[in-house]
């Protein structure tokens, strides 16, 4: 592999597990105001912002919660999740500390809320791994546009040739694209639904990443 420089890091569905937890804590949402809805269907807008996600949701279910009462539902649904069955992505750990003991810098960015961010980091103890962390609050403009990773990029004063990018949804690959950083993804079972043929590579544990 190129000799990079920076290393960044999508969260959901790339460093851990979390897209499948999102999607059931988000259907447990909408069982609240009385609608049935299958958390697979988080499977077509995974790695999207979070006003299409969940109005996405809303159609499915036929509801029209008011959106920070239904956003707090999900958050107590979905860090019950988080506490019962968070993840690493196989490989992530070591992965990550390979990396750190070859003095590589490394990055967060994600669409994910800080609040999300901050309540998996500190559970997996990860937040000292990452120089910077970019939530879905440091960017007006979401993934699949660059704009989180550009800021990342300028952040550390790193070039887009030094750096790359690793993601699990084609709304993150092509953000990472976007922004002139080679793409790494990840696959696992529950992105079957989006095409990660872009990415310059695809992998399913980082240990395959590791010399």
């Known amino acids: 592999m190129k000799d990079y420089q920076l290393f960044l890091f999508d969260m959901d569905g790339t460093l851990v597990n979390s897209e499948p937890l999102k999607g059931q804590a988000i259907a447990k949402a909408c069982a609240v ?3 049935k809805v299958d958390y697979h269907h988080y499977q077509e807008v995974m790695g999207q912002n979070w006003g299409i996600v969940t109005q996405f949701f809303f159609d499915k279910a036929n509801i029209s919660p008011d959106i920070n009462e239904f956003n707090q539902i999900f958050k107590k ?3 019950a999740l988080l506490l019962q069955a968070l993840q690493l992505t196989p490989g992530a750990l070591q ?23 901050n309540d998996i980091l500190q ?8 120089e910077v ?7 007006s403009k979401h993934k699949p546009d660059p704009a989180a990773y550009l800021l990342a990029l300028n952040k ?9 990018i690793f993601e699990d949804s084609f709304a993150g690959i092509s953000a990472g694209i976007a922004s002139g950083c080679d793409v790494i993804a990840i696959q696992h079972e529950f992105n ?10 695809v992998i399913s544990d980082f240990r395959e990443l590791i010399l």
């Open 33 to 35: 105001y009385g609608a």
């Open 77 to 79: 649904r979905y860090q």
């Open 95 to 117: 992965y990550l500390t390979y990396l750190q003991l070859q003095g590589r810098t490394c990055g967060l960015v994600t669409s994910a809320a800080k609040w999300m961010v």
């Open 123 to 130: 559970a997996l103890n990860l937040t000292a791994m990452f």
């Open 133 to 139: 962390i970019i939530t879905k609050e440091d960017v």
């Open 156 to 164: 550390l004063s790193m070039s887009p040739n030094n750096t790359v």
């Open 192 to 201: 079957i639904n989006n095409n990660l043929s872009v990415a310059s590579k």
